[in-house]
């Protein structure tokens, strides 16, 4: 059995990507998979430290969401595209093609459909990417990772399924997580994080948050600054020195800080909503404000709309808000109790076996 999966540009459509390969693996030891990504997308460094097959498929860039002079050159360069995708479709010779996501996802996904190889999709956002929504005019099945995103596909061939959750946030365990960042189970957890690049908006308005909690010692903070702002970060707290507040540039364990942490402040990006929901974290959202057609802003409230977390918009964001409403839910244990529980209410930690059964099902 050989497989080609497609997914690029940014962690969200590569890491749900991986963690179906490894899905599909646990069911079919036997399975072969090829990568099809970009050169300059991350993909490019991640998928081949994974030790996937991958190959690069040369594209200018993905189509703009309105009419400009450059998405006719790129349409252009979209459609030799896809003669070179049906090489690599006819060379590799799959029995299923899968994407996740991305502008690479185009071409090979539709030249597999033309050539009658069976396909599918996964969105992972409330509010579909322009890539898929073409393809969802061409592909065998669509997998959503949030009821919201129905709407955007046709009713016959579309799967609520979930986001695939890596096998490492479910398995991670809250006391592993106290014993690796010297925190006590006495105090209540809060994970920061504005994703692998740091938020800036989030990090300022951190700042006198983090001052205070050094003084009054009542909650834990690790805080994830992102690597190009730590810098900037520490400088700001120099001196600060308090076993209750962490600060750290990246996270490469990201599943087992999920596991300790009793609130959350992230982005709204797909991927960390759907591990928070997993393990039934409770989160002050700040969404993201300048991602395609405002997605992260809808992906936050469809966790606001089940009461499993707030949302602060960017423009709105300072310290003020940001502390009054820390301060509300964690002197609030029972308000957090029951966001915790409306989170996990959301969870699909099954969505990854789930999207894997339907690709083989479809081969």
């Given at each position: 059995?050989?497989?080609?999966?497609?997914?690029?540009?940014?962690?969200?459509?590569?890491?749900?990507?991986?963690?179906?390969?490894?899905?599909?693996k646990n069911k079919r030891p036997d399975a072969e998979f090829l990568y099809v990504g970009t050169e300059k997308?991350?993909?490019?460094?991640?998928?081949?430290?994974?030790?996937?097959?991958?190959?690069?498929?040369?594209?200018?860039?993905?189509?703009?969401?309105?009419?400009?002079?450059?998405?006719?050159?790129?349409?252009?360069?979209?459609?030799?595209?896809?003669?070179?995708?049906?090489?690599?479709?006819?060379?590799?010779?799959?029995?299923?093609?899968?994407?996740?996501?991305?502008?690479?996802?185009?071409?090979?996904?539709?030249?597999?459909?033309?050539?009658?190889?069976?396909?599918?999709?996964?969105?992972?956002?409330?509010?579909?990417?322009?890539?898929?929504?073409?393809?969802?005019?061409?592909?065998?099945?669509?997998?959503?990772?949030?009821?919201?995103?129905?709407?955007?596909?046709?009713?016959?061939?579309?799967?609520?399924?979930?986001?695939?959750?890596?096998?490492?946030?479910?398995?991670?365990?809250?006391?592993?997580?106290?014993?690796?960042?010297?925190?006590?189970?006495?105090?209540?957890?809060?994970?920061?994080?504005?994703?692998?690049?740091?938020?800036?908006?989030?990090?300022?308005?951190?700042?006198?948050?983090?001052?205070?909690?050094?003084?009054?010692?009542?909650?834990?903070?690790?805080?994830?600054?992102?690597?190009?702002?730590?810098?900037?970060?520490?400088?700001?707290?120099?001196?600060?020195?308090?076993?209750?507040?962490?600060?750290?540039?990246?996270?490469?364990?990201?599943?087992?800080?999920?596991?300790?942490?009793?609130?959350?402040?992230?982005?709204?990006?797909?991927?960390?909503?759907?591990?928070?929901?997993?393990?039934?974290?409770?989160?002050?959202?700040?969404?993201?404000?300048?991602?395609?057609?405002?997605?992260?802003?809808?992906?936050?409230?469809?966790?606001?709309?089940?009461?499993?977390?707030?949302m602060i918009l960017n423009k709105d964001l300072n310290a003020q808000i940001l502390s009054a409403t820390l301060?509300?839910?964690?002197?609030?244990?029972?308000?957090?109790?029951?966001?915790?529980?409306?989170?996990?209410?959301?969870?699909?930690?099954?969505?990854?076996?789930?999207?894997?059964?339907?690709?083989?099902?479809?081969?």
């Open positions: 059995m050989k497989i080609i999966v497609s997914g690029g540009g940014t962690g969200g459509h590569i890491y749900p990507a991986l963690t179906l390969i490894d899905a599909i997308g991350l993909e490019a460094d991640i998928v081949p430290k994974a030790g996937i097959n991958f190959v690069a498929l040369k594209m200018e860039g993905g189509l703009e969401r309105r009419f400009t002079p450059k998405n006719i050159f790129r349409a252009a360069d979209a459609m030799w595209s896809v003669k070179r995708a049906a090489d690599i479709v006819k060379n590799f010779q799959p029995s299923a093609v899968v994407g996740t996501g991305g502008y690479v996802c185009g071409p090979i996904l539709l030249a597999a459909s033309l050539m009658k190889v069976p396909t599918l999709i996964q969105e992972q956002n409330a509010v579909a990417g322009v890539t898929n929504k073409i393809l969802s005019k061409f592909v065998d099945k669509i997998a959503v990772g949030t009821r919201d995103a129905l709407k955007n596909f046709p009713r016959e061939k579309t799967i609520y399924t979930g986001n695939p959750i890596r096998r490492e946030v479910l398995a991670a365990k809250k006391s592993d997580g106290l014993r690796e960042f010297n925190f006590t189970d006495e105090l209540p957890v809060v994970l920061i994080s504005g994703g692998s690049r740091g938020a800036r908006s989030i990090n300022d308005a951190m700042i006198e948050i983090l001052k205070s909690a050094a003084e009054k010692k009542s909650a834990q903070f690790l805080h994830v600054t992102g690597k190009g702002e730590f810098d900037s970060v520490t400088k700001k707290l120099s001196g600060l020195d308090a076993p209750n507040v962490k600060i750290v540039p990246y996270l490469y364990n990201m599943p087992t800080a999920l596991a300790m942490a009793d609130l959350a402040i992230f982005r709204a990006g797909a991927t960390g909503l759907a591990e928070l929901t997993a393990r039934g974290v409770p989160a002050i959202l700040i969404p993201y404000p300048f991602a395609a057609e405002n997605h992260q802003e809808f992906n936050a409230r469809s966790l606001v709309e089940a009461g499993a977390a707030r301060d509300e839910l964690l002197s609030s244990p029972e308000k957090l109790k029951s966001m915790a529980q409306a989170s996990l209410s959301l969870g699909k930690p099954n969505a990854a076996d789930e999207i894997a059964d339907l690709i083989l099902k479809l081969i």
